[in-house]
């Protein structure tokens, strides 16, 4: 089985919070139709941070002076054809104003009040890190 390792990062804005919905592609890629966190496959040659700021910068157009680390998760899934071990490396960041449009993978984004997350469909992983941090 193969691993893919994934950065992502929970951005907020006072009591809202971004996802993304992404591109729907006929590659195989993981959990259609849910929103995701912003965030997708480190490439070589780039430190984690790196990573997860390149990744918001191409989906979402927001260029983040701070991250933080939070925690780590996996997923086990049929991606792309193949058994895949997912890895996310989660982070979060505040910024001090709404912001965003949707970039390279995101076919929009959504700036979603605390109080209404689980209105949404969220996949599985996002969905224990949401409960990790409290938020639903």
């Not at 890629?29 to 700021?53: F, I, K, M, P, Q």
């Not at 996002?126 to 639903?136: A, D």
Request: include cysteine; charged fraction near 35%; proline fraction near 3%.
């Amino acid at each position: 089985m193969r691993s893919k390792i994934i950065v992502s990062t929970l951005i907020s804005c006072g009591d809202k919070y971004l996802f993304i919905r992404q591109k729907e592609k006929d590659d195989g890629g993981a959990y259609r139709d849910t929103l995701h966190l912003v965030g997708g496959s480190l490439e070589e040659n780039e430190t984690l941070e790196e990573g997860a700021r390149r990744e918001v910068l191409e989906e979402v157009n927001i260029k983040l002076d701070e991250i933080t680390p939070f925690d780590f998760d996996s997923d086990v899934l049929m991606y792309k054809g193949e058994m895949t071990q997912l890895v996310f490396l989660r982070y979060t960041a505040e910024i001090p104003e709404l912001a965003g449009e949707a970039g390279s993978d995101a076919e929009e984004i959504f700036w979603i009040p605390k109080k209404d997350l689980l209105k949404y469909n969220h996949n599985e992983p996002t969905k224990r890190f949401l409960k990790k941090l409290g938020l639903v």
